[in-house]
């Protein structure tokens, strides 16, 4: 198979779908072509994650997360009412159990104000109006958190894709892409590709297909394994809509919640452990993925500076008593048979080499390339907007 396309999106997660309904709007005429290795789309983290719609609350007002999130947000949710999608307005709460972590909630609460996020202040007494069983000694209720199904959300934009002229190819994973003035030709599982432009949505790939063509994004993509469990349909009530602890802003994935899904599934967790394998969601082993990351100058150094904090996760990936007790922090209630195992998600994290994670959002040109490099959490509820800024991006090169 040979294929022509103007424009070819490695990637039919949420964030490459996205994009490719993005550029059909915005640079009409063109062919939009997606290519994704797997046999459908969200088959990686747009189908193994948490499915909370984000506030905004928590991130830098100014930075590109905070803009994206509050824009793309919005765009979300009037697609999936468009799509008579389920969606769970429930709102969430942000419990803080020691007088050290009412500083923290404070810092919380100035920067959802300035990003104009909806939050109220609660006492003990006001948490349990909104979850009966939490205890803390101050919260705040984020009444704009919401949950999906990030997946239905993902085929809805199959479907609007397909509906403006877009094809999307699956079984067709980038082995190799050549350069040229005129174009790129892409040698992939299902054929050959050429195509004069691309846009690498390929989240826990992205700097790989990125070095293959011919970018150096200055980081390496290093996976977190997040595991869930569930509470049993009986303990259930404990949670009625999503419940937090107050993040640690040095590791803003960290500390175990509880969230209420479309489904009325309560999941525990994510926790973030080191994965030995980009894909290995039930905790194997890949070969190239390991020796990759043991040579990994970034790595070390991370390891070297936060070892205590990568054996505390570790150590409550093995335990689910452990993992319970943190919950008691918020919910006494929680008992360790309350908790049964639920999969897995591994979530792509760009990492530079003097070891520090990428916080905010990032791309990155090339020759006829525009690549994601970073789309962590909440890139999900950031998708719509992340689209629109990369079909700009490719606009601007396809102008030139
Ligand atoms: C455990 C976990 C919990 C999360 N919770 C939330 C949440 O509650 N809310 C939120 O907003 N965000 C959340 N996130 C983040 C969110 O899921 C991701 O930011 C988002 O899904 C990224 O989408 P993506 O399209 O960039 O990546 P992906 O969904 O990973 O898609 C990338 C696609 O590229 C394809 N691909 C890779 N390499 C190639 C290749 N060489 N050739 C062809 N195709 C290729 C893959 O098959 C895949 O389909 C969570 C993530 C995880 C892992």
Redesign the pocket.
Known sequence: MTVDADVVV???????MATARAVLDELPGLDVVV????SG??????????????SGCYYRPGSEKAELVREGRAALVDLVREHGLPLAESGKVVVATRTSELGPLAEIERRARAGGVETHRLSGTGLRAVEPHARGIAALHVPSAAAVD?AAVTRALVEEVLARGGVLVPR???LRVAVAPAGLGLA?TAGAVRTRWLVN?????SD??ARRCGAEPGVRIVPFR?DYLSLRPAAAELCRTMIYPVPDPRWPFLGVHLTRGVDGLVHAG?NAVLALGREAYAGGLDVQDTVELARDPGLRRLAARYWTTGAAELLRSRSVALVARELRRMVPEVRAHDLVPAGS????QALRPDGTLVDDFEFAESPRAVH?VN?????????LAIGRTVARRLGALVHR
Not at 376 to 383: E, F, L
Request: aromatic share 2%; proline share 8%; hydrophobic share 40%.
């Open positions: 490695v990637g039919a997660g949420i964030v490459g290519l994704d290795k797997e789309p969200a088959q990686h983290q747009t189908g193994r994650n948490s499915g909370v719609v984000h990030y067709a994973e980038v992939t949505c390929a989240g826990l790939q790989r297909v997040g994510p998600g591994i979530r792509a994601v789309a962590p959490s909440p890139a999900a509820t950031a998708a």
